[in-house]
């Protein structure tokens, strides 16, 4: 059972465009909503993270957008950099529960084509 | 700087072998994870240990076992390697939730294991 759904599974942008990644959740009882961002070659690394009191977390270009009551959140990264290619993995816990694990998503692939 | 290490970036192996594949922190972290990394399927949680001596099963720990005898260290062992094991392993540590600087998974740099 996938408790954490991301889309697309492959992105195609140019450069200075933006980039959307979209996650969708299940467990209402999630509360902390991380985004993993993942060179070849690399583990991935944590780029940036929301908890649901707030609906946007910003740094630098990257944004998170969260909706609570569609359950759903969004990376976006503006003005997008052949640096910024890489593999990115949305990730959900559920803290109250004492649970130590994250739920991944199955991962974007995103190529920034100059 | 914090880190988690891998003890091996590349590893190629015989069917049927014993394979070990460590892996250490140095953040003092509570709770450590090896998952596999495989195109299309994502991340996938083989086994974790959330302390010393303890273990708790993954989504696909069928193959594998695990071992950790000190906080800093756990341990991947493919019992008899198999050619469907060929991945990229990738151990993470985390403090407890709720803790001061709870960044969430810190990941080491994986190891892509070949059985042939």
């Known amino acids: 059972q996938q408790q954490v759904k991301q889309s697309p599974q492959s992105l195609i942008v140019q450069k200075g465009g933006i980039s959307i990644i979209n996650c969708a959740y299940e467990?209402?009882?999630?509360?902390?909503f991380p985004w993993y961002q993942q060179f070849p070659g690399k583990g991935p690394a944590l780029l940036i993270a929301?908890?649901?009191?707030?609906s946007e977390k910003k740094e630098g270009r990257f944004t998170i957008s969260f909706n609570k009551s569609a359950k759903q959140f969004s990376l976006h990264i503006m003005d997008s950099q052949p640096g910024d290619s890489a593999t990115y993995f949305c990730?959900?816990?559920?803290?109250?529960?004492?649970?130590?694990?994250?739920?991944f998503g199955k991962g974007t692939k995103l190529s920034v084509i100059p | 700087d914090v880190k988690v290490t891998q003890s091996s970036r590349y590893l190629v192996k015989r069917t049927g072998e014993k394979v070990f594949l460590e892996c250490v922190q140095d953040?003092?972290?509570?709770?450590m994870f090896w998952y596999r990394q495989d195109p299309g399927l994502g991340l996938r949680l083989i086994y974790f240990?959330?302390?010393?001596?303890?273990?708790e099963k993954g989504d696909i720990p069928e193959g594998y076992s695990v071992s950790r005898e000190k906080k800093e260290r756990f341990s991947l062992i493919l019992e008899s390697a198999s050619t469907n094991q060929t991945s990229m392993y990738l151990c993470?540590?985390?403090?407890?939730?709720?803790?001061?600087?709870?960044?969430?998974?810190?990941f080491g740099s994986g190891t892509r294991l070949t059985v042939v």
């Open positions: 993470a540590s985390s403090s407890r939730p709720g803790r001061p600087f709870d960044y969430g998974y810190t």
């Open positions: 467990n209402t009882a999630f509360d902390y």
């Open positions: 929301i908890r649901p009191d707030v």
């Open positions: 990730a959900a816990r559920e803290t109250g529960a004492g649970s130590y694990q994250l739920t």
């Open positions: 953040m003092d972290h509570e709770n």
């Open positions: 240990s959330y302390d010393v001596k303890m273990k």
